[in-house]
């Protein structure tokens, strides 16, 4: 399996599409749960992306004895923005997960799915002041400021209302250089840079602040980052911090919100070890700090991505120069091109032979965002092809490019409910003409 030139781990398919797992190869076809890859497309066309109830659900349990086996208090915090399909977010909330979310729209989703206010931690480099009211006046379990206006802003809405309102304080702790995450690069939008200072100003503002009590620090540097190591050196950053702000102010912050950038379940457990080991060894460096601490983290990717499957059809076959290629219909409508994203391809029906094979969609436009290859027997017009690790950051940053965002169904055993319907063109037609 080869993405942007790279092999993705073999291990890692291995595992996914084990032989009693809810995705798997059998018969020379793929399932998902006890349907027939073949049975969804006859009835659904595609493309169509597919979760597997089966494989969300211990994706979540694997969190949550993550979180049970580590020695310090974890509370798990969904990062919305994955996804935003309700019947997938249910599963989540049923679990008893709780939420983070990065924008007043996600805010609102997340009480319209039914998660209480005190569940909801609300992230975000910049917030309407509407949106920072309504979040306080609710009483949200947690909001991590990110700039000197919103803590002022924040410090006389607290005075107006005569409430005391709890924030947490985004910091870049930016440890060495090999170590830095791609979300906090010195100078960054989010937060407040430790090695300049400003961290420490913005800790001496809430501080000093009339309204304001400073309950968590926050820091999220990575993305999709599979080493344990990297994590534990950025959970070291943190609680240096932590403890040379606590001695110099004389005060006590209960919480640490380490934020997400774990990656998905079935490539970290091929990288060395189950999301158990990964915190138990990321969470080292808390032993550092003194008395009873409540740990955050805020997986997004981990839970959902490896339980979705985008199936696709192969709408032309051709050679150009040395490359073989199969043009698929699935496009920016439903697999968003991202860097950091970490699709896999194989035909849904196994087909022996060692023909390279390059993966693109239908759009004109130079960009792939599926930029796959996979090895096969002959390929023809009309086959389907299968996307792995289709379930985060694709439904929820989709757009209707080409094509509109096609179906999504949630498949429990031999079953399935739909997620989200394709719009017909006449509901296009309306919502691009402004009419009601």
Same mark, same amino acid.
């Given at each position: 399996?080869?993405?942007?030139?790279?092999?993705?781990?073999?291990?890692?398919?291995?595992?996914?599409?084990?032989?009693?797992?809810?995705?798997?190869?059998?018969?020379?076809?793929?399932?998902?749960?006890?349907?027939?890859?073949?049975?969804?497309?006859?009835?659904?066309?595609?493309?169509?992306? &597919?979760?597997?109830?089966?494989?969300?659900?211990?994706?979540?349990?694997?969190?949550?004895?993550?979180?049970?086996?580590?020695?310090?208090?974890?509370?798990?915090?969904?990062?919305?923005?994955?996804?935003?399909?309700?019947?997938?977010?249910?599963?989540?909330?049923?679990?008893?997960?709780?939420?983070?979310?990065?924008?007043?729209?996600?805010?609102?989703?997340?009480?319209?799915?039914?998660?209480?206010?005190?569940?909801?931690?609300?992230?975000?480099?910049?917030?309407?002041?509407?949106?920072?009211?309504?979040?306080?006046?609710?009483?949200?379990?947690?909001?991590? &400021?990110?700039?000197?206006?919103?803590?002022?802003?924040?410090?006389?809405?607290?005075?107006?209302?005569?409430?005391?309102?709890?924030?947490?304080?985004?910091?870049?702790?930016?440890?060495?250089?090999?170590?830095?995450?791609?979300?906090?690069?010195?100078?960054?939008?989010?937060?407040?840079?430790?090695?300049?200072?400003?961290?420490?100003?913005?800790?001496?503002?809430?501080?000093?602040?009339?309204?304001?009590?400073?309950?968590?620090?926050?820091?999220?540097?990575?993305?999709?980052?599979?080493?344990?190591?990297?994590?534990?050196?950025?959970?070291?950053?943190?609680?240096?911090?932590?403890?040379?702000?606590?001695?110099?102010?004389?005060?006590?912050?209960?919480?640490?919100?380490?934020?997400?950038?774990?990656?998905?379940?079935?490539?970290?457990?091929?990288?060395?070890?189950?999301l158990r080991s990964f915190i138990a060894k990321?969470?080292?460096?808390?032993?550092?700090?003194?008395?009873?601490?409540?740990?955050?983290?805020?997986?997004?990717?981990?839970?959902?991505?490896?339980?979705?499957?985008?199936?696709?059809?192969?709408?032309?076959?051709?050679?150009?120069?040395?490359?073989?290629? &199969?043009? &698929?219909?699935?496009?920016?409508?439903?697999?968003?091109?991202?860097?950091?994203?970490?699709?896999?391809?194989?035909?849904?029906?196994?087909?022996?032979?060692?023909?390279?094979?390059?993966?693109?969609?239908?759009?004109?436009?130079?960009?792939?965002?599926?930029?796959?290859?996979?090895?096969?027997?002959?390929?023809?017009?009309?086959?389907?092809?299968?996307?792995?690790?289709?379930?985060?950051?694709?439904?929820?940053?989709?757009?209707?490019?080409?094509?509109?965002?096609?179906n999504a169904i949630l498949v429990e055993k031999?079953?399935?409910?739909?997620?989200?319907?394709?719009?017909?063109?006449?509901?296009?037609?309306?919502?691009?003409?402004?009419?009601?």
């Open positions: 399996m080869m993405r942007d030139g790279h092999r993705l781990p073999s291990s890692a398919m291995r595992r996914l599409l084990s032989r009693n797992g809810p995705l798997r190869t059998e018969g020379g076809q793929l399932w998902i749960e006890a349907l027939p890859s073949r049975k969804l497309v006859e009835r659904l066309g595609t493309p169509v992306l &597919v979760y597997s109830s089966a494989r969300l659900r211990d994706n979540i349990e694997q969190a949550i004895g993550a979180a049970r086996a580590c020695p310090f208090p974890i509370r798990i915090h969904y990062a919305l923005k994955a996804c935003y399909l309700v019947g997938v977010v249910g599963l989540v909330r049923e679990a008893g997960l709780n939420v983070e979310v990065m924008s007043e729209f996600e805010y609102l989703l997340a009480r319209r799915i039914g998660f209480a206010p005190d569940q909801v931690i609300v992230n975000g480099p910049a917030k309407r002041p509407e949106f920072l009211e309504r979040v306080v006046t609710d009483g949200v379990a947690l909001m991590n &400021v990110e700039s000197l206006p919103e803590i002022a802003f924040l410090d006389a809405l607290g005075q107006r209302l005569g409430k005391a309102i709890q924030v947490g304080l985004r910091i870049n702790p930016l440890p060495s250089r090999h170590l830095r995450g791609p979300f906090a690069p010195p100078g960054s939008k989010f937060g407040f840079d430790v090695p300049t200072g400003e961290a420490a100003e913005a800790v001496r503002r809430i501080v000093r602040s009339r309204a304001l009590s400073l309950r968590a620090v926050h820091c999220h540097s990575y993305t999709r980052q599979y080493s344990p190591e990297a994590h534990r050196a950025h959970v070291a950053s943190v609680v240096k911090f932590i403890r040379q702000v606590e001695r110099k102010l004389g005060i006590r912050i209960p919480v640490l919100d380490l934020g997400g950038g774990f990656g998905s379940r079935s490539i970290m457990e091929a990288n060395g070890g189950p990321m969470t080292e460096p808390l032993a550092g700090l003194s008395g009873d601490r409540e740990i955050v983290i805020e997986p997004g990717r981990y839970l959902v991505n490896d339980a979705a499957v985008c199936l696709t059809t192969v709408l032309s076959c051709k050679r150009n120069g040395r490359r073989r290629w &199969v043009l &698929v219909d699935a496009g920016r409508n439903i697999l968003p091109p991202r860097k950091n994203a970490e699709y896999a391809v194989i035909p849904c029906e196994v087909r022996p032979g060692r023909t390279l094979y390059h993966v693109g969609d239908f759009l004109c436009m130079p960009s792939e965002p599926i930029p796959l290859s996979f090895v096969s027997g002959p390929i023809e017009l009309g086959d389907r092809l299968a996307v792995f690790n289709a379930g985060a950051y694709t439904f929820s940053m989709a757009q209707s490019f080409g094509e509109p965002i096609p031999a079953e399935w409910t739909w997620l989200y319907r394709k719009k017909p063109i006449e509901e296009q037609w309306k919502s691009l003409s402004g009419q009601t």
